[in-house]
């Protein structure tokens, strides 16, 4: 089995182009993973997943500890078997979704209790639990359980959330050990504050772990903010191994965090866009829902090679979209999660060429015209 690793092949001024290498497989950076959350990627097969590029896709420890139960999944033959996946899979520790979800949650330094949003249950998961949890499940790549607060907030609450941070992942990696051709990453707490977040990723790379995540953004602050933590903390962090920020995002997010040196990403906005009728495309966003679209016989984009960007029309894709038809929320999920990996392979393409920069400038001017100038 291979080992754990990540090799750098390019930069360009902060974007990198590598490689993670694990026990099931590489991961070509920079890299986009879908959203399968409770065991699958909403509306789509894993195949159509697959077919549009993806290495690597994203299992929640939350959601799947609720139901079907992390020990039941690994009866069955952990989450790989379960789903049909053999790929590499990623796992959150949880601590996003108890923040978000849980109608209660009670922080110790034990860990977190939480009363379930399926069924209200009471449920307690310590740091140990967490990486227990995931190891039933089977993934390549977890994450320390971790506190997530919502922005904006105080800095003593921020503080306060960072440190406990700081001392679960201490436990983490010794509840995680070695595992031969896995990781577990650390994550990098601190709010809005330069301060926390530098002190917080200084202690991480202390700890020699094998990946690096960037946590508590995209939780309600401009994207400007979310921009200038990463100025701060990218640079602090360790060159041969991989960054990871989560729950992002837009193209535009994604685009922009590269050009700071963010190696991965997830995000559930391709398909829960694609449920609600909106698409992303090269010329930017398109509303499926607006009326000028109704006899519109252009597909969404004659150069995805993918069906659902080019072989339904716009004027289709519309009707299915109005009369609330699970096909049209079937397509745009496809299409959009096809343009995610396209815009990923693109980017990859522009830093192993040096012209980064052009790339991006181009690609935003194209979405700041807008799909009207295509007509």
């Given amino acids: 089995m291979a080992e754990f690793g990540f090799t750098l092949h390019a930069t360009d001024g902060g974007a990198r182009r590598g490689t993670v290498t694990t026990g099931r497989g590489d991961i070509a950076t920079p890299a986009f993973m879908p959203v399968g959350t409770a065991g ?29 139960g992390a020990e039941r999944i690994d009866r069955l033959g952990g989450l790989h078997g379960f789903i049909g996946w053999d790929g590499p899979i990623l796992t959150d520790s949880g601590g996003f979704q108890v923040m978000s979800l849980s109608a209660l949650r009670q922080m110790s330094e034990k860990g977190v209790t939480f009363k379930s949003h399926v069924d209200g249950a009471i449920h307690e998961m310590s740091p140990e639990r967490s990486i227990e949890i995931q190891g039933l499940l089977g993934s390549d790549i977890q994450m320390q359980l971790d506190e997530c607060v919502a922005l904006p ?21 010794v509840a995680f050990g070695e595992q031969p051709g896995k990781a577990m990453f650390g994550i990098v707490q601190g709010g809005d504050d330069e301060k926390l977040r530098v002190q917080s990723a200084e202690a991480l790379k202390a700890m020699d772990l094998k990946g690096y995540s960037i946590g508590g953004l995209a939780v309600g602050e401009p994207q400007e903010v979310m921009l200038a933590m990463l100025d701060v903390v990218c640079p602090i962090l360790p060159a041969h191994k991989p960054r990871y920020l989560m729950g992002v995002g837009t193209p535009q997010d994604l685009l922009r965090s590269v050009a700071r040196g963010v190696d991965m990403f997830d995000c559930v906005m391709p398909t829960r ?103």
């Fill in 273 to 375: 866009s694609g449920r609600h009728g909106l698409a992303f495309t090269r010329r930017g966003r398109v509303n499926l829902k607006n009326a000028r679209h109704a006899e519109d016989h252009r597909p969404l984009d004659d150069e995805m090679n993918c069906p659902a960007s080019r072989t339904y029309s716009r004027a289709y894709l519309h009707h299915l979209i109005r009369s609330g038809e699970m096909l049209g929320m079937m397509l745009l999920s496809w299409h959009n999660t096809y343009y995610y990996q396209w815009l990923m392979a693109e980017m990859r393409r522009a830093i192993e060429q040096r012209r980064f920069a052009d790339f991006s400038a181009e690609t935003e001017a194209m979405w700041e015209a807008g799909d009207i100038a295509a007509l």
């Fill in 40 to 68: 699958t990627v909403k509306g789509l097969y894993l195949d159509q997943v697959k077919g549009a590029g993806a290495d690597i896709i994203l299992g929640n420890t939350y959601h799947l500890m609720l139901r079907p």
């Fill in 153 to 173: 907030t105080d800095a003593e609450t921020m503080k306060a959330a960072m440190e406990l941070s700081l001392r679960w992942a201490e436990r983490c990696r």
